[in-house]
């Protein structure tokens, strides 16, 4: 490796080592104002709305497609131009990506909570790179955070299961982080949280379907000194009122097959 490439990458890890939750299992990174308003704006004006599949809790779409339901496979395209430009720009500036297989996003699911919505306790699974980012944009909500219930936590394929639960733990190999679980990562709009590592694969992350979120403070709220405006928060008494929250939620999906193989493949079975 040349030397340039070390201290670049070396100036990546810097740059993130400053936004990590420091009171959770590794690794949570919380980035606020990682877009615009502008930008935000711009991104929300473009998500095309014949697109959304609407489930009981919310509504999501996936870009460029759906992975493949029997084996987690995404055919590959590219992201539209508004998913890329600025954010994944940005992530690369970060090396948020620099280790999966891509090296990059190549999915991105945007889900759309309305006021009093939210998404069961889960784990994101095994179809992609233990790497999500997650930019929020609308209102603030709160992402609950907590271990597995068992071990063996029926770890789900991606999407939520109606079984596992967020569970309180005062003792675990979880410790010696200082802030027990379960507990809150506050994501603000325009911000970026970025999960990895145990974070991805021994946590369950939910969002709990309530109008308000309250009782919001430095001990309530794991990533408290990294909010772009924790003031604003305390000036409303620690309450926080819900309106429609939009998150991205870039991933690197392990399994890509291009569609010039799909044809060759059936060319070759003929
Ligand atoms: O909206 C969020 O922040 C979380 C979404 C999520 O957990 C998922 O899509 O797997
Ligand atoms: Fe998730």
Redesign the pocket.
């Known amino acids: 490796m040349s030397e340039i490439v070390e201290q670049s990458i070396a100036a990546e890890a810097d740059a993130l080592k400053a936004f990590r939750i420091a009171r959770l299992p590794p690794d949570f990174y919380y980035i606020p104002n990682f877009v615009s308003v502008e930008e935000e704006a711009s991104i929300l004006q473009k998500i095309p709305s014949q697109r959304w599949v609407t489930l009981s809790h919310r509504r999501l779409q996936a870009h460029p497609s759906t992975l493949t339901e029997n084996n987690n496979t995404l055919l590959g395209s590219p992201l539209p131009l508004y998913l890329v430009k600025p954010v994944v720009e940005r992530f690369k500036d970060l090396g948020i990506f620099r280790d999966t297989p891509h090296a990059e996003p190549n999915h991105v ?1 945007i ?1 759309e909570y309305r006021k009093g919505e939210g ?1 069961m306790p889960h784990e ?1 699974g095994s179809a992609y790179a233990h790497v999500v980012a ?1 930019v929020s944009l609308g209102t603030s909500i709160c ?1 609950d955070v907590g271990r597995k219930m068992t071990a063996e936590g029926g770890s789900s394929d991606g999407r939520p299961s109606q079984t596992e639960t967020i569970e309180a733990t005062h003792s675990s190999d979880l410790s010696p982080y200082s802030l027990l679980l379960p507990t809150r990562i506050l ?1 603000e709009p325009r911000s970026l949280l970025i999960t990895t590592g145990t974070a991805y694969t021994d946590l369950l ?1 939910g ?1 709990a379907s309530v109008e308000v979120d309250e009782h919001l403070n430095r001990d309530t709220v794991a990533n408290w000194d990294l909010l772009g405006d924790a003031k604003a928060v305390e000036e409303k008494g620690g309450t926080l009122d819900r309106e429609t929250r939009v ?1 991205l ?1 870039y991933r690197d999906v392990l399994k890509v097959s291009s569609a010039a193989g799909k044809v060759l493949g059936a060319l070759g079975r003929r």
Do not use: E
């Open positions: 699911l889900n998404i994101d997650t992402l994501q992350h969002i998150s939620t």
